[in-house]
């Protein structure tokens, strides 16, 4: 699937152009993360795109979170790989490398650096580590943010905080035209 087909299956699973927004968002910062890593940048960033594909489906019901989607990502024929990475983001027992364990900390991190997008008149353009950094430490701002996931970086995939921000702002900005920030 590349990447026209698998946004035009995003858009049709979703509900919510939120939702869709925030799948771009992880794409992005995904595919940061792979170049970082000199890792097939597609499958990473399709990771990050599909990881919540079934989230305006299964809501605040967390025992079928990621299972629909996989289960909607197998009957396409998406790579095997992809689909052990969205669960992941969701069970810790399929976090079993690089990827599966990166797209935690994409998720938590997306959803703090378009947090911090929306609030700058700039947007994503000239976003700092500094800022985001503050940003982070602002337990009232985006409260939804797993600040562990965030934080815990290091000892997830083995970045510094600082270069995994920095990247992820990269990952972010590079699909900002595309979400309007």
């Known amino acids: 699937m590349d990447r026209a087909e698998a946004h035009a299956f995003a858009r049709d699973k979703c509900l919510k152009e939120t939702t869709v927004r925030h799948l771009i968002s992880v794409e992005g910062v995904m595919r940061a993360l792979a170049r970082r890593f000199e890792q097939d940048e597609d499958l990473w960033g399709l990771t990050g795109l599909f990881h919540d594909l079934d989230q305006d489906h299964t809501g605040d019901d967390g025992s079928r979170h990621a299972l629909m989607a996989a289960e909607w990502l197998r009957e396409a024929g998406v790579d095997e790989r992809i689909v052990n990475g969205v669960l992941a ?37 000239g976003m700092k580590v500094s800022s985001v950094r503050k940003k982070l430490k ?16 290091e000892e997830g995939i083995g970045l510094p905080l600082e270069e995994f921000l920095a990247v992820s702002i990269e990952g972010l900005q590079q699909v900002a035209p595309e979400i309007d920030l």
């Open 89 to 125: 983001h969701a069970y810790a027992q399929y976090r079993t490398d690089l990827m599966s364990q990166a797209v935690v900390h994409a998720d938590a991190v997306a959803g703090l650096l378009v947090a911090a997008a929306l609030v700058r008149p700039e947007k994503a353009t």
């Open 138 to 153: 602002e337990k009232a701002f985006a409260p939804g943010v797993n600040r562990d996931e965030v934080t815990g970086v």
